[in-house]
């Protein structure tokens, strides 16, 4: 069902790679609520995933960048309008990717070149993208900007490894930020923490699963969706949400507040083995 949230608004949305993608969801969402958007993405992503399907299914023009390189973009924001034809409204930030989760590496032996790539791919890439935007003045007044969190910013979470970092860099940057844009342009900033999702960069985190049936054991109303999430990013797209700025924004059936739950508790389980060296050392990272 459509509300029309979003009628006559021109929004950015970046990292939809498939239909299992919360961003994926979003673009799906914002037009059925009568935005007109573009997608971007890296070249590669959009050759492996299927980015270029959904474009012709909604329409829209997908913009190819790194958002690891300031100028591509730049040029993300600039095409945008002109294809647009205005300032954008709304722009949503779902990247984020570990070499050393994809690796096998623990917290505790990382490689550090490939922690500085976690860190540019899943944090930087969000101030470069703000700074990009803010410098051309692309983003319209009281526009929304977006970018997806996890708990792991606040608390440990087994097999999330440098990833926390990352999205505890990725909150302050809303926060800083947000200041900013918010008192010289209007733009509000910023996160939402979601539950854990079975999209395809999710399911890379060691433990997902039993993470995920974890958190939806524990969270009073279940893990929210990616579905779900997709609708609460509309909320923060529209203008109903005009003086929310500068908050990390819990979207996890309650999970955050939760100690232990009698679910979660009547399903401990005490094997460790699997997660032992052949020395009979667990492995923690």
């Given at each position: 069902?459509?509300?029309?949230?979003?009628?006559?608004?021109?929004?950015?949305?970046?990292?939809?790679?498939?239909?299992?993608?919360?961003?994926?969801?979003?673009?799906?969402?914002?037009?059925?609520?009568?935005?007109?958007?573009?997608?971007?993405?890296?070249?590669?992503?959009?050759?492996?995933?299927?980015?270029?399907?959904?474009?012709?299914?909604?329409?829209?023009?997908?913009?190819?960048a790194d958002a690891t390189n300031y100028e591509d973009l730049y040029e993300v924001f600039r095409r945008s309008?002109?294809?647009?034809?205005?300032?954008?409204?709304?722009?949503?930030?779902?990247?984020?990717?570990?070499?050393?989760?994809?690796?096998?590496?623990?917290?505790?032996?990382?490689?550090?070149?490939?922690?500085?790539?976690?860190?540019?791919?899943?944090?930087?890439?969000?101030?470069?993208?703000?700074?990009?935007?803010?410098?051309?003045?692309?983003?319209?007044?009281?526009?929304?900007?977006?970018?997806?969190?996890?708990?792991?910013?606040?608390?440990?979470?087994?097999?999330?490894?440098?990833?926390?970092?990352?999205?505890?860099?990725?909150?302050?940057?809303?926060?800083?930020?947000?200041?900013?844009?918010g008192r010289e342009r209007n733009v509000r900033i910023n996160t939402i923490s979601q539950s854990p999702t079975?999209?395809?960069?999710?399911?890379?985190?060691?433990?997902?699963?039993?993470l995920f049936d974890f958190a939806n054991r524990m969270s009073p109303l279940g893990n929210a969706s990616a579905?779900?999430?997709?609708?609460?990013?509309?909320?923060?797209?529209?203008?109903?949400?005009?003086?929310?700025?500068?908050?990390?924004?819990?979207?996890?059936?309650?999970?955050?507040?939760?100690?232990?739950?009698?679910?979660?508790?009547?399903?401990?389980?005490?094997?460790?083995?699997?997660?032992?060296?052949?020395?009979?050392?667990?492995?923690?990272?």
């Open positions: 069902m459509s509300y029309g949230l979003l009628k006559g608004k021109r929004g950015i949305i970046f990292g939809a790679l498939n239909d299992q993608s919360i961003a994926w969801k979003v673009a799906v969402k914002a037009a059925e609520e009568g935005a007109s958007i573009t997608l971007s993405n890296t070249a590669i992503a959009i050759r492996m995933g299927q980015t270029n399907e959904l474009a012709q299914q909604l329409g829209c023009e997908v913009i190819p309008q002109e294809v647009l034809g205005g300032k954008i409204d709304f722009v949503l930030h779902s990247i984020g990717m570990s070499p050393n989760v994809r690796k096998g590496r623990t917290y505790d032996a990382l490689d550090y070149n490939m922690y500085n790539k976690t860190l540019d791919i899943s944090a930087l890439s969000f101030h470069k993208m703000l700074q990009a935007a803010k410098s051309q003045d692309a983003i319209a007044e009281y526009g929304s900007i977006i970018a997806l969190s996890y708990m792991a910013a606040q608390r440990t979470m087994f097999g999330y490894n440098d990833m926390a970092d990352a999205k505890a860099l990725l909150e302050s940057i809303a926060r800083s930020f947000g200041y900013i844009y079975m999209t395809t960069a999710g399911s890379g985190i060691k433990g997902m699963d039993r579905e779900e999430c997709a609708d609460y990013c509309i909320v923060m797209f529209s203008d109903l949400t005009r003086k929310v700025t500068m908050q990390n924004l819990f979207h996890d059936g309650g999970f955050s507040s939760m100690g232990m739950s009698l679910r979660a508790m009547s399903t401990y389980e005490k094997g460790l083995e699997e997660y032992m060296n052949e020395d009979g050392n667990i492995i923690y990272g």
